[in-house]
């Protein structure tokens, strides 16, 4: 196998969701979501290929509608299963290909539909000159309110989050008594393939990419009428 010195991104796109049918096509503007990763990709120049992934005949037809010089990777049920791991499906796809890979991967999902161009710009640019000492990228957005202040419901009780702890003041004081934590936004992660290849996408040293733009992951009605709302404002 020859690795090139390149970075192709896949985008993927199962029709079995369940949290909000039909997800990835639903629409806003009249286009559906998988046209904004589509055409966010196709605005970067330093991704070689542009992959989509699904299982669906439909959603590749209406993909190749908006984008005819796409690559298609066709998945079969073991990878486009409720339980399929994201890692399953860049394997897939590494599996089906003869002679050449390149050596990293992006990796933009059609649940968050609204991207900054510059956005993706930059984290390709720091990601390409931190790689030596990082495993892959990802983007990130500081949460409102740091996660030692949530909790679970154990025993029929309130518990904390990190141990079974059911002593909330410790937890349930402000923010400001708290580390900063992060939750990856999906704008874009990027992959070293070599890892992908060893049964990892991000291995052990993930750089954290951290970016204030307005975004979304649909995963319920609720995210999706957030982001028409922000689809509407031109964020």
């Not at 990796?107 to 993706?120: A, F, V, Y």
């Not at 990082?134 to 740091?146: A, F, K, N, Q, W």
């Not at 580390?179 to 991000?202: A, M, P, Q, R, V």
């Amino acid at each position: 196998m020859k690795f090139l010195n390149e970075m192709w991104v896949l985008i993927p796109a199962r029709s079995g969701s369940t949290g909000l049918k039909n997800k990835n096509i639903k629409k806003i503007n009249n286009k559906p979501l998988i046209y904004y990763s589509l055409e966010s990709a196709h605005k970067i120049k330093k991704f070689k290929k542009i992959i989509f992934s699904s299982d669906s005949d439909r959603y590749i037809n209406i993909a190749k509608k908006y984008f005819k010089n796409i690559s298609i990777h066709k998945r079969g049920s073991k990878t486009s299963s409720k339980r399929a791991s994201e890692l399953s499906v860049f394997q897939d796809f590494i599996k089906k290909q003869k002679g050449v890979l390149p050596k990293y991967f992006a990796h933009m999902r059609p649940t968050s539909p609204i991207r900054k161009t510059s956005t993706i710009n930059n984290a390709i640019y720091k990601f390409m000159n931190i790689k030596q000492k990082y495993s892959s990228l990802r983007t990130v957005t500081e949460m409102s309110d740091p996660s030692y202040r949530t909790c679970r419901i154990v025993d029929g009780k309130i518990c904390s989050i990190l141990r079974k702890d059911f002593d909330m003041q410790k937890y349930w004081k402000p923010r400001q008594n708290f580390e900063k934590t992060y939750f990856g936004n999906c704008i874009i992660d990027i992959y070293k393939t070599e890892n992908i290849l060893n049964g990892s996408l991000w291995g052990n040293k993930i750089f954290p990419y951290i970016v204030k733009d307005k975004t979304t992951d649909i995963d319920s009605m609720e995210d999706f009428e957030y982001s028409k709302y922000l689809f509407a404002q031109n964020l």
